[in-house]
């Protein structure tokens, strides 16, 4: 049984960094495509960011872009998320997901994820 289980949340002020991980074990998850969702009170779950499995390369929502760096370590079979210049708009429950069989055309829809964690909360004063 995976399991993916976010830490890093927390509550930070307009302009200022956090940074999420997410640690992956159990079951035998190799090399999956990874992702971060997040979902704002009364609103979907959205993308975030992405790692795909095969290349590492990454993509990122328009609205993160440039402020948010996504990283992974197969080794330790960790996912980070590195967020900069944060803006109350930012404010959500940050989830990690994982997916060995996603297609590329699926990366931003969170229906291709088959393993997801239990979310860690950011929240960004203004």
């Known amino acids: 049984q995976v399991q993916l289980v976010e830490s890093g949340g927390g509550l930070v002020q307009a302009g200022g960094s956090l940074t999420l991980s997410c640690a992956a074990s159990?079951?035998?998850?190799?090399?999956?495509?990874m992702a971060w969702f997040r979902q704002a009170p009364g609103k979907e779950r959205e993308f975030v960011a992405a790692?795909?499995?095969?290349?590492?390369?990454?993509y990122y929502s328009d609205s993160v872009k440039g402020r948010f760096t996504i990283s992974r370590d197969n080794a330790r079979s960790t996912l980070s998320l590195q967020m900069n210049n944060l803006n109350p708009e930012d404010t959500a429950l940050y989830y990690c997901?994982?997916?060995?069989?996603?297609?590329?055309?699926?990366?931003?829809?969170?229906?291709?994820?088959?393993?997801w964690g239990q979310g860690t909360q950011v929240t960004v004063s203004s």
């Open positions: 159990g079951g035998t998850l190799s090399r999956p495509t």
């Open positions: 997901a994982a997916s060995q069989t996603i297609i590329l055309s699926n990366l931003r829809s969170d229906k291709g994820y088959s393993y």
């Open positions: 790692s795909w499995r095969t290349t590492g390369y990454t």
